[in-house]
């Protein structure tokens, strides 16, 4: 869980609500990738979630392949199954701005 130590303290309060789908809202350069990485490796590793369950969305295919090669260095698990799409809108419940 080295990840989390590198989080400020709202972004492990995205990384660790376990309840529900969420969504990180902030500027340029706040860490929503390094949030929603760090995310999708805490439901994974520490939670048991099966990445086939999780899926991921961002606006751009740069930020969709930054969070793959993220995702894939931080996942213990020997099958990497990531769906990481770019989507222009979004549809999640909870919201935490990083």
């Known amino acids: 869980m080295d990840y989390l130590s590198k989080l400020n ?3 492990r309060e995205a990384v660790t ?3 529900g789908r969420i969504r990180v809202v902030a500027g340029a350069g706040t860490g929503k990738t390094k949030a929603l990485t760090c ?5 994974v590793n520490e939670i ?3 990445p086939a369950n999780i899926l991921c ?3 751009t295919n740069k930020a969709a392949a930054e ?5 894939s260095a931080m996942v213990i698990i020997t099958t990497l199954y990531a769906r990481l799409m770019v989507f222009a809108s979004s549809f999640c419940a909870a919201r935490f701005t990083v």
């Open 9 to 11: 303290t709202r972004q």
């Open 17 to 19: 609500s376990t309840e």
């Open 39 to 43: 995310r999708y490796a805490y439901l």
């Open 48 to 50: 048991g979630i099966d």
């Open 57 to 59: 969305l961002t606006f």
């Open 67 to 71: 969070m793959r090669q993220r995702i």
